[in-house]
């Protein structure tokens, strides 16, 4: 799953949705700084 977010995401953009009400902490920005910070 994380190998076809980030081929998805280099070839365009990918929206990460979220339910939380805080917009700093939640699983869309935890995940978005995994898939950037993780190297292959």
Do not use: F, I
Request: aromatic share 4%; net charge neutral; with cysteine.
């Amino acid at each position: 799953m994380v190998k076809l977010l980030r081929d998805l995401a280099a070839k365009g953009g990918v929206t990460l949705l979220y339910s939380a009400s805080d917009d700093e902490c939640n699983q869309a920005v935890a995940l978005r700084e995994y898939l950037l910070n993780r190297k292959e």
